[in-house]
Nanobody, 120 residues
Framework: QVRLVESGGGLVQAGGSLKLSCAAS????????MGWYRQAPGNQRELVAT???????NYADSVKGRFTISIDNAKKMVDLQMNSLEPEDTAVYYC??????????????WGQGTQVTVSS
């Protein structure tokens, strides 16, 4: 049973910063990638940032230059440093883990989500 536990959400004023962390536990064969997605009310879940086990990153255009994702493969943890937050960043943020090799994955897991609210 693989479990992802997120932490670090909360309420912050526009322009402020938050750091999200996600820790994976359980029997994991190997990590293909970890990442963060978000879902605002009435919207579909969207990619925020992903990082491969090798350190390759991918960011949504809306967060480039403001958010930084990092991974600790040994600890099976992924962090998301969010700076210059905007009200549009308000959403539930979900941690994601893809289990597999460098170029493939066989399973995908999600955390329960953590609320991020940015006030104007």
């Amino acid at each position: 049973q693989v479990r992802l536990v997120e932490s670090g959400g909360g309420l912050v004023q526009a322009g402020g910063s938050l750091k999200l962390s996600c820790a994976a536990s359980g029997s994991i064969f190997s990590i293909n990638s970890m990442g963060w997605y978000r879902q605002a009310p009435g919207n579909q879940r969207e990619l925020v940032a992903t990082i491969s086990s090798g350190g390759s990153t991918n960011y949504a255009d809306s967060v480039k230059g403001r958010f930084t994702i990092s991974i600790d493969n040994a600890k099976k943890m992924v962090d998301l440093q969010m700076n210059s937050l905007e009200p549009e960043d308000t959403a539930v943020y979900y941690c994601n883990l893809k289990e597999g090799g460098r170029m493939w994955y066989r399973s995908e897991y999600w955390g329960q989500g953590t609320q991020v609210t940015v006030s104007s």
